[in-house]
């Protein structure tokens, strides 16, 4: 069980809603307010723990928290699912970070194309051998963590989720990306 301090997040949450940690959905099972402020509590299945940077959280670290957008809205960046494909390792910190990535994942990313980075929604701007280039501009370095990476810091990755389903639609015809 992993619980977060929180206060703008919850609200309009209730038991059984879906917040994203660092890019990861997760459920609403509790929540409270004790002597510390708000809070609330998710559960951690095997599954998320294996794939994601949730075990390296200690109490007091920053998260990403963001609810999930409601339909008829704006959608201010790609669509992100909060179902972390695999994990990143920072290369250079911010402001222009490079992030490695395993092989299988870098088919899904093109320049100018988007990336979620714990959960943050970004523009790759170029790409390398082994990962991805990433610019921030100063408003989303003050309202996201990633002003706390540091080289060797795993990070949440969710890739492209339209170039996931293209991939899937044309092995299933038979046919290659690109053919």
Known sequence: RLSIAARKVLDGSYLGASIAVNGCCLTLVDRGNDSGGDWWATDLSVETLQRTSLTS???GDRVNLERPMALGERL????????????????????????????AQ??????????????VSLTVAGLTDAGCEIAYIPHT?????????????????????????LERMLESTGEEAGS
């Open 57 to 59: 959280l200690q109490p």
């Open 106 to 119: 870098m088919r899904y990313l093109v320049e100018k194309g988007s990336i979620a980075v714990d959960g």
């Open 141 to 165: 370095l003050a309202n996201t963590t990633a002003g706390d990476y540091q080289p060797g810091t795993r990070v949440n990755l969710e890739v492209d989720l339209l170039a996931r389903y």
């Open 76 to 103: 201010g960046g790609h669509l992100v699912l909060g179902h972390v494909d695999c994990l990143g390792e920072v290369v250079a910190p911010v402001p222009d970070l490079v992030v490695r990535l395993p092989e």
